[in-house]
Structure formats: C-alpha cells, structure tokens
C-alpha cells in the first residue's frame, strides 16, 4: 500500500516536474537517464529482483534526480528553500560558493542505489549476500565513471549552452572527479549500513 502511494507520488511529481522546465533540452537530455532507471526498476521488480526497502530508496533517488532536471543542477533553488522554511540559505551557513545539488545527489546514487543493486544480484543468482556488496561498490563506482565520460561526450556534441549545463561544472575543473568521489563515498557509507543489517535481529524488513 505505502509503496504503491510513494509510486504514484513520484509518478505525479515527475509529471509536475516535466511542467515548463528551466531548460527544455537539458531537461531532455537528463531523462534519458531517468528513462533507463525506470526501465531498470519496472524490469526487476516485476522478476521480483528488489525488496520494498530497495524499491522506495530508488524512488527517492529519482525524485532528486528529477528535481535537478527541472531546474538544471547548478540552478536547484536549495537556498530559497531553505531562507522560507528557516531564514537562512544553507550557503550563507555553510560559507559555499557554488550550488551543491549535483554533488548531494552524486553522494545520494550511491548510498540509496547500493542496497537495490544488492537486491538484483543476490535474487538473480548471481551472486552470494556478501560477496554481493562488494560487487555492488564496484558497479556504482564503475556507472559513476561512465556517466562522467557520458557527460563529457555530451558536451563535446552539442556544446554551447546546452553542454556547460549538462555537465554543471560550475567552472570546477576537478568537477568530474570530486563526483565520483562522492557517489563512492556514498556507495561505501550504502554498503557498510547494508552490511550491518542484513546481520542484525531485524535484518528479515529489509529483504521483503
């Protein structure tokens, strides 16, 4: 019931989402990707490949991925949001110059997408539970690095606008590489926390 709610939630959102975007083609070039992982997650989880747990941190992963796409990453109003609810912007606290939403949301594909690539290679066989997540590390930071080499292919192709604010370095020349230090980072803070429960009293919630 909760996950079937969250589905049409995300599912709404993204049409919302899809309303009017800060830039058109960037949005579209960003849901190829959104495409592909929707793809992924109805394939699995009609071969039963992804626990309920697996399938709602997915899910949270999209709408992050989403809202970059609606505004372009280097243009997430974080700030505005955050001088409405608390009357500070997290940048005059945290003393940032750049908008940080794209590394958030590296950090995010790989702690919330560890546990549902554990998922998909214990229940296809392909792997045992604990030789799994570390495979699982090695497919995040392998996508990590392809997706960089995609953006950058990206930008060599079309160029102009449309590539500067699809690889939103934001004039960071290490951009590419704090991103993928980030989304390792986060797959190993993932894995470890996976780690831990699926050996814990509890451990039978997260598998269903």
């Known amino acids: 019931m909760i996950l079937g709610v969250m589905i049409g939630a995300s599912a709404i959102f993204w049409c919302v989402?899809?309303?009017?975007?800060?830039?058109?083609?960037?949005?579209?070039?960003?849901?190829?990707?959104?495409a592909i992982g929707v793809g992924l997650l109805v394939v699995f989880w009609r071969k039963k490949m992804l626990s309920r747990a697996s399938m709602v941190m997915a899910l949270i992963f999209l709408v992050l991925h989403t809202t970059?796409?609606?505004?372009?990453?280097?243009?997430v109003p974080y700030d505005v949001w955050s001088q409405t609810l608390f009357g500070h912007s997290i940048s005059e606290i945290t003393g940032w110059q750049r908008n940080q939403y794209d590394r958030w949301v590296h950090f995010a594909f790989g702690a919330l997408l560890a546990n549902?690539?554990?998922?998909?290679?214990?229940?296809?066989?392909?792997?045992?539970s604990r030789a799994?997540?570390?495979?699982?590390?090695?497919?995040?930071?392998?996508?990590s690095h392809v997706y960089e080499l995609v953006e950058w292919g990206a930008a060599e192709i079309f160029g102009?606008?449309?590539?500067?604010?699809?690889?939103?370095?934001?004039?960071?020349?290490?951009?590419?590489?704090?991103?993928?230090?980030?989304?390792?980072?986060g797959a190993f803070i993932g894995v470890a926390v996976g780690l831990m429960l699926r050996t814990s009293p509890d451990s039978s919630r997260l598998a269903q």
């Open 116 to 128: 549902p690539w554990h998922d998909w290679l214990v229940r296809s066989g392909r792997a045992t």
């Open 68 to 75: 970059g796409a609606h505004y372009t990453y280097s243009l």
């Open 17 to 34: 989402m899809a309303i009017a975007p800060v830039s058109r083609s960037t949005w579209l070039l960003e849901n190829v990707m959104t």
């Open 160 to 185: 102009g606008d449309l590539g500067t604010a699809y690889v939103g370095s934001q004039g960071d020349e290490w951009d590419a590489q704090k991103d993928m230090a980030l989304a390792t980072l």
């Open 132 to 143: 799994a997540w570390w495979i699982t590390l090695l497919i995040i930071m392998s996508i």
